[in-house]
């Protein structure tokens, strides 16, 4: 019986295939991850980028000084052309590949969102986590008082496409994380006291309020398809959610600390997640097992993701307190 | 024991102290024969006053009537039953927060045992019973609200409760064996000189710690043996170190405990600074919360503070910060239960290898997640996050490239990124310190 769930159950191979030592000089809070590169950035001001097309992985670009304090979240859209951080300050730059072909990340102005107060409603408030849509042009965004914000990025930046409140007028509860469906057509949110909310972009009104997750839920993110949602934090559980119904649809189980970073695949397969105590997991969607746990360091984790799948092995790179930026491979014939 | 202490904000929690009342009550005559005359006359009154109170609650649980604390208001001398069950959320707050106020100062005055938060008793003094209780109104009004910081949620709650419990008894707040705090305390094999000759000793035997003297007082210090030097936050955490003796029994050592009770005063800072100048080679660490708050009081041992920046002589170049930090109290205590908060029915996978990685570290005997870091963090509030900001804009704008105060940064990123906070507590072991001190002063003292 023994063997016959260890053939049903068989691991799936990841070997290191390069680490960045001291990619920053501090703890590395957030990746974002574009078809050819990976940015990162940390609690120095700096954002730095290295290829991924490129075997020794080297870093081709450095946005020096752009969050004085430290930046704790970065996003990129998928088509890789529009970036967004977010610094410990409260500030928010937006980052655009240059036109001139050169491929390096340029200035796109700011998100000044404490600023503005619109429509009387007493604005957007401080920004926290963000999420930027497929093509780049929907900046999603949390705020600590439980505000949900889409903004358009090309269209006017001084006022919201929707507001979502998640509690009365400025008592929500601290938004942790946040998603955008690939379609654009839903905003997901973590939140403190461990609720899960999904928007509908397009109505503009709560979709579904997911229950299962009592405490702080530090990752959420949507399948590639949209059909998923997958949540996670303190509780040390993956939570799965049916986004066509708002139902809870399972948990994967096994990490044994905070769970700090989600991160689907390319094809939805598998999903990635990252913990405090340093251990990366990969999840097969279709099993609902654990195939594959990382931990090459003992260090928190902040930041785990798959890279964009190109004509190689997939590749996933996890990243947090030690610094650096460890690179995965899928092992061929296993 | 611990969970009559540590009674909940909920309806079901609330009721739990009342049952201690209830087998207290019939030991009263032995222990006040035991106190004698010694005892504050109106303790007796005190005591009577408050189960008076909670033999009232008794027979309203009996007969399913609602729990009443008469409080008479400060302002207009009023009397205003404050209920539970009530309709006002604020009054049902109030109601645990006043009785749990009474069932520890009940505590304090028949029994003459400490508690410090979810602590172990801490040791009776075998003195006079008279320094026995100064010893313990001074450790009791901070320790009040750490026995529930989510409850009482301020100090400042908990310091008009006691007065308005006070005013209600028509008594002094000592009386309730409750009275605030004074600044500045050592203890420590170390003598110190004063200008007229006479000598402080700063390790006396009543285990209390002694008063700092004024600086500008003493013509000299003697260091003796000690080895390390510690100033904490707490005063209560001071009093529980001093109580177990630990500046003379640590593995590292023996050493000296200095604390200001929160945000240290000038004299203080004064006074350290004497050492740092004098004795270049003795160590000198930090024991603060892991909390903006906890940060700030560092930097300013460390810095000064900005509203004193006249002030000379009150840095502490050398002072290092031993924690807790986010490794020490997430670290050990991440050991969430996977099935502590799901529903099992939603659980479709069980392979193998996962069955067999989880946690088999619950140290906790009882209900799995016992330890699991929710009990021991606390969410920050939005004035916290603000303080947060400002130290992080104080830190770096003052040192672009971070050196040396590069682990605070890193601290204050981490607090907002998780949006945690703790107290020292959360790094000991049932109210027990020492352990996880002994290891932190022995690692920080081989660094250097």
């Given at each position: 019986?023994?063997?016959?769930?260890?053939?049903?159950?068989?691991?799936?191979?990841?070997?290191?295939?390069?680490?960045?030592?001291?990619?920053?000089?501090?703890?590395?809070?957030s990746l974002a991850a574009t078809p050819?590169?990976?940015l990162?950035a940390?609690?120095?001001?700096?954002?730095?980028?290295?290829?991924?097309?490129?075997?020794?992985?080297?870093?081709?670009?450095?946005?020096?000084?752009?969050?004085?304090?430290?930046?704790h979240h970065l996003a990129a859209s998928r088509d890789g052309k529009i970036a967004a951080s977010v610094?410990?300050?409260g500030d928010v730059k937006i980052w655009k590949v240059?036109?001139?072909?050169?491929?390096?990340?340029?200035?796109f102005g700011e998100l000044d969102a404490a600023k503005h107060s619109e429509k009387g409603k007493g604005g957007a408030g401080e920004l926290w986590a963000i999420a930027l849509s497929e093509d780049g042009q929907y900046l999603a965004s949390t705020t600590y008082d439980g505000r949900i914000n889409v903004w358009d990025l090309l269209g006017d930046r001084g006022m919201t496409l929707h507001e979502y409140e998640t509690g009365s007028a400025g008592s929500g509860s601290f938004g942790l994380c946040i998603d955008l469906s690939r379609d654009g057509k839903y905003t997901a949110s973590g939140h403190q006291s461990g609720a899960v909310y999904v928007f509908n972009n397009s109505t503009g009104r709560l979709q579904y309020s997911l229950p299962g997750l009592?405490?702080p839920v530090r990752a959420v993110s949507f399948s590639p398809a949209g059909t998923r949602l997958a949540a996670a934090g303190?509780?040390?559980?993956i939570a799965m959610y049916d986004t066509k119904h708002g139902e809870h649809v399972g948990?994967?189980?096994?990490?044994?600390?905070?769970?700090?970073s989600l991160d689907w695949n390319d094809t939805g397969?598998?999903l990635l997640s990252?913990?405090?105590?340093?251990?990366?997991?990969?999840?097969?969607i279709?099993?609902?097992?654990?195939?594959?746990?990382?931990?090459?360091?003992?260090?928190?984790?902040?930041a785990?993701r798959w890279?964009p799948?190109?004509?190689?092995?997939?590749?996933?790179?996890?990243?947090?307190?030690?610094?650096?930026?460890?690179?995965?491979?899928?092992?061929?014939?296993? | 024991?611990?969970?009559?202490?540590?009674?909940?904000?909920?309806?079901?929690?609330?009721?739990?102290?009342?049952?201690?009342?209830?087998?207290?009550?019939?030991?009263?005559?032995?222990?006040?024969?035991?106190?004698?005359?010694?005892?504050?006359?109106?303790?007796?009154?005190?005591?009577?006053?408050?189960?008076?109170?909670?033999?009232?609650?008794?027979?309203?649980?009996?007969?399913?009537?609602?729990?009443?604390?008469?409080?008479?208001?400060?302002?207009?001398?009023?009397?205003?039953?404050?209920?539970?069950?009530?309709?006002?959320?604020?009054?049902?707050?109030?109601?645990?927060?006043?009785?749990?106020?009474?069932?520890?100062?009940?505590?304090?005055?028949?029994?003459?045992?400490?508690?410090?938060?979810?602590?172990?008793?801490?040791?009776?003094?075998?003195?006079?019973?008279?320094?026995?209780?100064?010893?313990?109104?001074?450790?009791?009004?901070?320790?009040?609200?750490?026995?529930?910081?989510?409850?009482?949620?301020?100090?400042?709650?908990?310091?008009?409760?006691?007065?308005?419990?006070?005013?209600?008894?028509?008594?002094?707040?000592?009386?309730?064996?409750?009275?605030?705090?004074?600044?500045?305390?050592?203890?420590?094999?170390?003598?110190?000189?004063?200008?007229?000759?006479?000598?402080?000793?700063?390790?006396?035997?009543?285990?209390?710690?002694?008063?700092?003297?004024?600086?500008?007082?003493?013509?000299?210090?003697?260091?003796?043996?000690?080895?390390?030097?510690?100033?904490?936050?707490?005063?209560?955490?001071?009093?529980?170190?001093?109580?177990?003796?630990?500046?003379?029994?640590?593995?590292?050592?023996?050493?000296?405990?200095?604390?200001?009770?929160?945000?240290?005063?000038?004299?203080?800072?004064?006074?350290?600074?004497?050492?740092?100048?004098?004795?270049?080679?003795?160590?000198?660490?930090?024991?603060?919360?892991?909390?903006?708050?906890?940060?700030?009081?560092?930097?300013?041992?460390?810095?000064?503070?900005?509203?004193?920046?006249?002030?000379?002589?009150?840095?502490?170049?050398?002072?290092?910060?031993?924690?807790?930090?986010?490794?020490?109290?997430?670290?050990?205590?991440?050991?969430?239960?996977?099935?502590?908060?799901?529903?099992?029915?939603?659980?479709?996978?069980?392979?193998?290898?996962?069955?067999?990685?989880?946690?088999?570290?619950?140290?906790?005997?009882?209900?799995?997640?016992?330890?699991?870091?929710?009990?021991?963090?606390?969410?920050?509030?939005?004035?916290?996050?603000?303080?947060?900001?400002?130290?992080?804009?104080?830190?770096?704008?003052?040192?672009?490239?971070?050196?040396?105060?590069?682990?605070?940064?890193?601290?204050?990123?981490?607090?907002?990124?998780?949006?945690?906070?703790?107290?020292?507590?959360?790094?000991?072991?049932?109210?027990?310190?020492?352990?996880?001190?002994?290891?932190?002063?022995?690692?920080?003292?081989?660094?250097?």
């Amino acid at each position: 019986m023994f063997a016959f769930t260890y053939l049903k159950y068989q691991s799936k191979q990841y070997l290191t295939t390069h680490t960045v030592d001291n990619a920053h000089i501090t703890d590395i809070f957030s990746l974002a991850a574009t078809p050819t590169s990976i940015l990162s950035a940390s609690g120095s001001s700096t954002i730095h980028v290295h290829a991924t097309n490129q075997d020794s992985f080297p870093l081709i670009q450095s946005l020096s000084g752009v969050h004085k304090l430290g930046c704790h979240h970065l996003a990129a859209s998928r088509d890789g052309k529009i970036a967004a951080s977010v610094g410990f300050g409260g500030d928010v730059k937006i980052w655009k590949v240059s036109e001139s072909g050169s491929g390096e990340w340029e200035s796109f102005g700011e998100l000044d969102a404490a600023k503005h107060s619109e429509k009387g409603k007493g604005g957007a408030g401080e920004l926290w986590a963000i999420a930027l849509s497929e093509d780049g042009q929907y900046l999603a965004s949390t705020t600590y008082d439980g505000r949900i914000n889409v903004w358009d990025l090309l269209g006017d930046r001084g006022m919201t496409l929707h507001e979502y409140e998640t509690g009365s007028a400025g008592s929500g509860s601290f938004g942790l994380c946040i998603d955008l469906s690939r379609d654009g057509k839903y905003t997901a949110s973590g939140h403190q006291s461990g609720a899960v909310y999904v928007f509908n972009n397009s109505t503009g009104r709560l979709q579904y309020s997911l229950p299962g997750l009592v405490k702080p839920v530090r990752a959420v993110s949507f399948s590639p398809a949209g059909t998923r949602l997958a949540a996670a934090g303190d509780s040390g559980i993956i939570a799965m959610y049916d986004t066509k119904h708002g139902e809870h649809v399972g948990n994967l189980t096994g990490h044994t600390a905070w769970i700090t970073s989600l991160d689907w695949n390319d094809t939805g397969e598998y999903l990635l997640s990252g913990a405090f105590d340093g251990k990366a997991k990969v999840w097969s969607i279709e099993r609902s097992a654990c195939v594959a746990t990382h931990s090459e360091t003992d260090k928190a984790l902040w930041a785990i993701r798959w890279l964009p799948k190109t004509v190689r092995n997939e590749m996933f790179c996890t990243s947090g307190a030690n610094r650096s930026l460890t690179f995965y491979r899928e092992a061929t014939g296993a | 024991m611990e969970d009559l202490l540590d009674p909940s904000s909920s309806a079901f929690g609330s009721s739990s102290p009342l049952p201690t009342a209830g087998c207290v009550n019939p030991r009263q005559p032995d222990v006040v024969l035991q106190q004698g005359s010694r005892q504050n006359p109106q303790t007796g009154v005190a005591i009577s006053k408050i189960e008076e109170i909670l033999a009232a609650n008794i027979d309203a649980l009996n007969e399913a009537q609602a729990l009443t604390i008469p409080l008479r208001s400060r302002r207009t001398g009023k009397v205003r039953p404050v209920q539970f069950p009530s309709t006002r959320g604020a009054d049902v707050k109030k109601f645990t927060a006043l009785l749990q106020i009474l069932h520890l100062s009940h505590e304090a005055l028949v029994a003459g045992t400490v508690i410090t938060k979810r602590s172990a008793p801490l040791i009776l003094f075998p003195e006079p019973q008279r320094l026995c209780s100064v010893w313990l109104t001074n450790a009791r009004h901070r320790a009040i609200y750490y026995q529930n910081p989510e409850l009482f949620g301020s100090q400042q709650y908990v310091d008009e409760l006691v007065d308005d419990i006070a005013f209600t008894f028509g008594l002094g707040r000592d009386a309730l064996n409750i009275v605030a705090a004074s600044k500045g305390l050592i203890a420590g094999a170390v003598s110190v000189t004063i200008n007229n000759g006479s000598a402080l000793c700063c390790n006396p035997d009543d285990g209390q710690g002694v008063l700092l003297p004024n600086v500008q007082a003493i013509s000299r210090i003697n260091l003796g043996t000690t080895k390390w030097l510690l100033v904490i936050e707490k005063e209560a955490t001071f009093r529980g170190l001093v109580a177990s003796r630990f500046h003379e029994t640590s593995t590292a050592g023996p050493g000296i405990l200095v604390t200001a009770k929160g945000y240290p005063d000038l004299s203080t800072r004064q006074f350290l600074h004497q050492l740092h100048t004098e004795f270049p080679i003795l160590p000198m660490y930090g024991l603060v919360d892991f909390d903006p708050d906890g940060v700030k009081i560092m930097l300013t041992y460390k810095n000064g503070s900005r509203s004193l920046q006249h002030e000379e002589n009150v840095t502490l170049n050398r002072l290092s910060w031993i924690g807790p930090r986010s490794d020490d109290i997430l670290g050990d205590h991440v050991q969430s239960s996977p099935s502590a908060n799901m529903d099992e029915t939603c659980v479709f996978n069980r392979t193998p290898s996962d069955q067999f990685s989880l946690p088999q570290s619950s140290a906790s005997p009882g209900r799995p997640g016992d330890f699991s870091p929710v009990d021991v963090t606390l969410p920050l509030k939005a004035a916290d996050r603000k303080l947060a900001v400002r130290l992080l804009l104080a830190t770096i704008g003052k040192d672009s490239q971070c050196t040396g105060s590069l682990d605070f940064v890193r601290e204050l990123q981490v607090m907002l990124l998780l949006n945690t906070k703790a107290e020292i507590q959360a790094v000991d072991e049932a109210g027990d310190l020492t352990a996880w001190l002994d290891s932190a002063l022995t690692k920080n003292m081989n660094r250097i």
